[in-house]
């Protein structure tokens, strides 16, 4: 469909989920041991670790636009 993804990934590994093809862009701060880390007591810690200074530029790059920069004072 030639729609680009950014795909957030916690404690499951993009290799076995996808996105597949090309232009997709995988966002993971911590990558899990293995696929199943998702049902291990602590797993939470994996999505925890994502942050919007990592997400934020993913999301404005499959955009293909800029993002907003901060106004600088008068």
Known sequence: LGTR???LFGPTLHEHTGPWGE?????QALRPPDHH???R???GRYLDALSLDAVVPAVFDALS???PR???PA
């Open 70 to 72: 901060e106004a600088s």
């Open 5 to 7: 993804v950014v795909a």
């Open 37 to 39: 880390a998702y049902r």
């Open 41 to 43: 007591t602590g797993a």
């Open 23 to 27: 232009g997709h862009t995988v966002v």
């Open 65 to 67: 636009v800029t993002a």
